[in-house]
């Protein structure tokens, strides 16, 4: 597939794109279940990129344009190892 062609197309239909990086592959459920949460937030259809990376260890990373949220294990863990440095 061409680099961003998928965005083009999704741009046409006026969807925004939303790229998403889990921990392990989502379900059909899953992605549609996402898209309805992301359409409420954004306001407009939205069309998922996915991809995986076991590294997260569980959780989401989503990009929306300018905007991410990070709900991965990892980052609450490297958060929490941060927070740890500075109490003791």
């Known amino acids: 597939m061409i680099e961003g062609f998928g ?3 999704a741009a046409e239909r006026g969807e925004v794109v939303a790229k998403v990086v ?3 592959k ?10 309805k ?3 409420a937030s954004i306001g407009s259809d939205v069309s998922i990129e996915a991809e995986v990376d076991e590294g997260l260890i569980g959780g989401l990373v989503v990009k929306v ?3 991410m ?3 991965s294990i990892r980052t609450k863990l490297q958060n929490l190892k941060f ?6």
């Open 69 to 71: 949220v990070d709900t």
């Open 65 to 67: 344009g300018s905007r």
């Open 22 to 24: 889990s921990a392990k």
């Open 37 to 39: 949460t992301l359409k």
């Open 83 to 88: 927070a740890m440095k500075g109490v003791g």
């Open 7 to 9: 965005r083009l197309v």
């Open 26 to 35: 989502l379900t059909v459920k899953q992605t549609e279940a996402l898209s």
